[in-house]
Structures are given as C-alpha cells and as structure tokens.
C-alpha cells in the first residue's frame, strides 16, 4: 500500500482494480480541515485521465506490474509480436495498445514491455530511434532561407521535417518522445 506521502510523478498505484499513474499531484492545505491532495491520474488499461482527490494519509494499492525488456519480431493482421530474449517467451499486442509507438517501431528494436496481471499493456521506446528516409523531396537551389525545412517519409510511414540537405536513403535519428529530427544517423 502508498499513502499519500508517497506520491510523486510517474508512480502507479491501483484504484478501484485499475492501474493509474501519477501524471500530476499537489498538496494543498485549506485554511479548514485537514489536508489534501491533488491528483491527475492516466489509467494505463485505458489511457483515460481522471482527477480525484485524496485526504491526507488515505491509502491506495500498489498494482501488480512488471517490466521486461523485449524485442520487437515482426506485425500480422493488427497484432505485433515481441519476444524476451533471455527465454524466447513470446506477446502479442494488438495495435490500439501501442497507439503512436507504431510511428517508430522498425524490426529488432529492444523496448521495455509493461506487463499488468501478466498481460502485456504497454510499451516504453528508447528516446531516440535510427530510421531510414524512404521518401524526399530534393533541394531546390535558392530554398535556403534559415531554418527552411521539408518533409520526409520514414521507412516506418511516419513523416517528419528535416533540414533541405536531408535526402532519400540517409539514416536518420529521431526522437521519440517529441517526434522530432535530431540528427544523421
């Protein structure tokens, strides 16, 4: 169990049967009665936020979570395969639980799977990814006004803006959190 003196950012707790994590919390103490505590909430089964309130002391449940790194195998009709290189135990996850990590998902990427009950619910990208530039337009001498940009379709689907010297078939490295061109790979 957590009491409210635990929270912090990025913790998970268990309400109701659902996993939660902390996205937001703030104590705040009225000129009346005790203290409370302010929360945001993101339920990792659904991704829906909710904003409860909490006494000070009150007590939540710790959920049964576990993290493993795996490697991502290959995708078939919507359902993604990942296995655990240490047994070569194999998961499948279905596309809605993966949302926007499919825009960097290439094969053999090693990502750390969030398992809730044994079951697979999400997973965490490294921060930065090497992809490859499938499509591009080319440079048009005279289009070099400071910071100009265009766009680039990765080998993933997902296109991105990059500088004008970016062409066809370069490695690029792309954040993940933000979505964003870092540099050549």
Known sequence: MYSTSDFKRGLKIEIDGQPYTIVEF???RPGKGAAVVRTKLKNLLTGQTIDPTFRSGDKVGRPDLMEKDVDYLYESGGVYNFMDPNNYEQYEVNEETLGDALKYMTENLKVSMLFYQN?????DLPNHVV???VECDPAVRG???QGATK???LQTGYTVNVPLFINEGEKLKIDTRTGDYIERA
Do not use: G, S
Not at 119 to 123: H, L, S, T
């Open 131 to 133: 992809l490859e530039v």
């Open 151 to 153: 766009p680039a379709k």
């Open 26 to 28: 703030e104590n705040h």
């Open 143 to 145: 289009d070099t006004v």
């Open 119 to 123: 079951k697979p619910i999400n997973i």
